[in-house]
């Protein structure tokens, strides 16, 4: 009998013993070929010599050290690496566990930013249908997958949805790329004029939509529209990169 709290709760899945390259080995010798890393985010492969020789020295020096303290060589040079990469402009990071607690910690902080700034109506996020942001509550919130939500719909926080940027299941057939942008542009504005642009905090969303759609990317120009519409009214964009980018 396992005691672990397995995923599908009618069966306990193959263990796992082994894993080289792309290869997952279980206790009775099967081997799966692993095609996806996990939960789309992990691209590394398995036993990889110079990730495990990173790991190996890391850990023989320190293994963990709280950040309420101290700071670590490993965390300056990860986020040098991070920043170095990012749009001009974005050159802090800050460092959590996943996706999930990513989501949480960016709602939080666009809070508490416009808290700090003497912003404290600010209250509502904006958010798409058919995303995904995560499982812990905040995440959920902001998230449009109506069946993860629908059992804790009575503890999520309200948000305002709009259309995703779904080209191949939205756009009407006798209407252009540059028609279906300029609509989707109106919605979020109209929707944000609705509950007062004044009101709202951020407004959040995948570049390319990953658990709920599959691999959607925008139209061209959305995202820089986008930001042009956030801009005039001093609202944050949140893009959730964890599957897609920079995390």
Same mark, same amino acid.
């Given at each position: 009998?396992?005691?672990?709290?397995?995923?599908?709760?009618? &069966?306990?899945?193959?263990?796992?013993?082994?894993?080289?390259?792309?290869?997952?080995?279980?206790?009775?010798?099967?081997?799966?070929?692993?095609?996806?890393?996990?939960? &789309?985010?992990?691209?590394?492969?398995?036993?990889?010599?110079?990730?495990? =020789?990173?790991?190996?020295?890391?850990?023989?020096?320190? =293994?963990?050290?709280?950040?309420?303290?101290?700071?670590?060589?490993?965390?300056?040079?990860?986020? !040098?690496? +991070?920043?170095?990469?990012?749009?001009?402009?974005?050159?802090?990071?800050? +460092?959590?566990?996943?996706?999930?607690?990513?989501?949480?910690? =960016?709602?939080?902080?666009? $809070?508490?930013?416009?808290?700090?700034?003497?912003?404290?109506? $600010?209250?509502?996020?904006? =958010?798409?249908?058919?995303?995904?942001?995560?499982?812990?509550?905040?995440?959920?919130?902001?998230?449009?997958?109506?069946?993860?939500?629908?059992?804790?719909?009575? +503890?999520?926080?309200?948000?305002?949805?709009?259309?995703?940027?779904?080209?191949?299941?939205?756009?009407?057939? !006798?209407?252009?790329?540059?028609?279906?942008?300029?609509?989707?542009?109106?919605?979020?504005?109209?929707?944000?004029?609705?509950?007062?642009?004044?009101?709202?905090?951020?407004?959040?969303?995948?570049?390319?939509?990953?658990?709920?759609?599959?691999?959607?990317?925008?139209?061209?120009?959305?995202?820089?529209?986008?930001?042009?519409?956030?801009?005039?009214? %001093?609202? +944050?964009?949140?893009? !959730?990169?964890?599957?897609? %980018?920079?995390?």
């Amino acid at each position: 009998m396992s005691h672990v709290i397995h995923r599908n709760l009618r &069966a306990v899945p193959p263990t796992a013993v082994n894993a080289t390259g792309i290869e997952i080995v279980d206790r009775d010798g099967r081997r799966y070929i692993d095609a996806s890393g996990g939960a &789309a985010v992990s691209c590394l492969g398995h036993a990889h010599p110079h990730v495990l =020789a990173a790991m190996h020295a890391q850990i023989d020096r320190i =293994a963990y050290a709280h950040t309420s303290f101290f700071t670590t060589d490993a965390a300056e040079a990860l986020a !040098d690496t +991070l920043a170095a990469d990012a749009p001009q402009g974005l050159d802090q990071v800050y +460092l959590v566990s996943g996706g999930s607690e990513a989501m949480e910690a =960016a709602l939080k902080l666009a $809070r508490q930013y416009f808290v700090e700034i003497g912003e404290p109506e $600010r209250r509502v996020f904006v =958010a798409r249908r058919q995303s995904y942001h995560g499982n812990t509550l905040g995440a959920l919130s902001v998230g449009g997958n109506e069946w993860r939500r629908r059992e804790f719909a009575p +503890l999520l926080i309200d948000v305002a949805r709009v259309s995703p940027c779904f080209e191949y299941r939205e756009r009407h057939g !006798d209407e252009s790329r540059e028609a279906y942008t300029d609509r989707l542009i109106a919605e979020l504005e109209a929707t944000i004029e609705a509950i007062g642009p004044e009101r709202v905090i951020a407004f959040c969303a995948e570049p390319v939509v990953g658990a709920t759609a599959g691999a959607v990317p925008p139209t061209p120009g959305y995202f820089k529209r986008v930001r042009e519409l956030l801009d005039r009214h %001093g609202i +944050l964009l949140i893009a !959730d990169e964890v599957m897609c %980018g920079m995390g």
